[in-house]
């Protein structure tokens, strides 16, 4: 199949972009990378009177420090964080979640902006981002990431807002991080997914972050309050598993029933505690 037809904007700023966007309101859409929208074209689930190219807006495409984290461009290409020493040394939970993006190829021209602004459930980029406490920045302001995912394929953004980069927060001493997933394929969408953040003082989890996601319409932040004040034993990572998996009720699919995913979620979410504790436990060489 082919699109409908569409008027093509190549804009040459973000000024220009947003101008398109007001001019056409709801009707325009907005091509980074193209992996997920151009299918959606092609198949004709996306029928946009415009659509406003931002390959060619300067300044979109840096990673730099920040804060003492990273702030990644909209258009920076997943392959291309995928190997950036900065991201492996000051966020190991995105440099462990790129890989799982689709494939090598669709990595090479998806942007980390493009997964952040598309919102799909099982995307592997909007649940690291909420694990990890990030931001969105925008044309307009900065939105935490727990505050920007509204539902499947569905963002706080404005119809003339456009999202300019992400800030990923630096892992600190004594955290460890862990991201996990079950797809029927690589590359394929998940039928779960889980990510953790600990920190570790002392010998017991001061402060822990846990979010899952492909089994609720937006990556979402599960209670952790019980492993607070305390090391990270087989009757705490157990309990919450059980705990996580109850508290999501999943969608058939043809891959799995909700049973079967929730089974899933508890498994990854025990895995996803155990490497984040280990992590955050290991003496450094």
């Known amino acids: 199949m082919k699109p409908v037809p569409f008027t093509y904007v190549r804009a040459e700023s973000v000024e220009q972009a947003v101008d398109a966007l007001r001019a056409h309101g709801g009707e325009a859409k907005l091509?980074?990378?193209?992996?997920?929208?151009?299918?959606?074209?092609?198949?004709?689930?996306?029928?946009?009177?415009?659509?406003?190219?931002?390959n060619r807006v300067p300044g979109l495409d840096r990673i730099d420090e920040e804060n003492g984290g990273i702030r990644i461009g909209a258009l920076v290409r997943q392959s291309a964080a995928e190997r950036a020493q900065l991201v492996h040394e000051r966020c190991p939970l995105l440099a462990k979640s790129l890989p799982l993006v689709g494939h090598f190829v669709t990595?090479?021209?998806?942007?980390?902006?493009?997964?952040?602004?598309?919102?799909?459930?099982?995307?592997?980029?909007?649940?690291a981002l909420?694990?990890?406490?990030?931001?969105?920045?925008?044309?307009?302001?900065?939105?935490?990431?727990?505050?920007?995912?509204v539902g499947h394929f569905t963002t706080a953004l404005a119809d003339d807002e456009l999202v300019v980069a992400s800030t990923w927060p630096r892992a600190r001493s004594?955290?460890?991080?862990?991201?996990?997933?079950?797809?029927?394929?690589?590359?394929?969408f998940a039928l779960a997914s889980a990510a953790c953040v600990l920190r570790v003082e002392n010998g017991a989890v001061a402060e822990a972050r846990l979010a899952v996601g492909s089994v609720t319409d937006r990556p979402e932040l599960l209670d952790?309050?019980?492993?607070?004040?305390?090391?990270?034993?087989d009757d705490g990572v157990r309990s919450l598993g059980t705990a996580a998996a109850a508290a999501v009720d999943p969608p058939p699919?043809?891959?799995?029933?909700?049973?079967?995913?929730?089974a899933l979620l508890g498994t990854l979410v025990e895995r996803a505690l155990r490497t984040a504790w280990a992590r955050a436990t290991e003496t450094p060489s």
């Not at 952790?224 to 034993?233: C, F």
């Not at 699919?253 to 929730?262: F, T, W």
Request: aromatic share 4%; glycine share 12%; no cysteine.
């Open 253 to 262: 699919n043809l891959h799995g029933s909700p049973r079967y995913r929730r």
């Open 174 to 188: 004594g955290e460890g991080s862990a991201f996990g997933e079950f797809a029927p394929r690589h590359g394929d």
């Open 107 to 127: 990595r090479n021209r998806g942007t980390i902006g493009g997964s952040i602004a598309h919102a799909d459930a099982a995307a592997e980029l909007p649940l």
């Open 31 to 54: 091509l980074a990378g193209g992996q997920s929208l151009v299918p959606a074209l092609n198949m004709r689930l996306a029928r946009p009177s415009v659509l406003v190219d931002l």
């Open 130 to 149: 909420v694990a990890l406490a990030g931001s969105v920045i925008t044309t307009l302001r900065t939105i935490p990431a727990a505050d920007f995912f």
């Open 224 to 233: 952790v309050e019980p492993l607070l004040g305390r090391p990270l034993d």
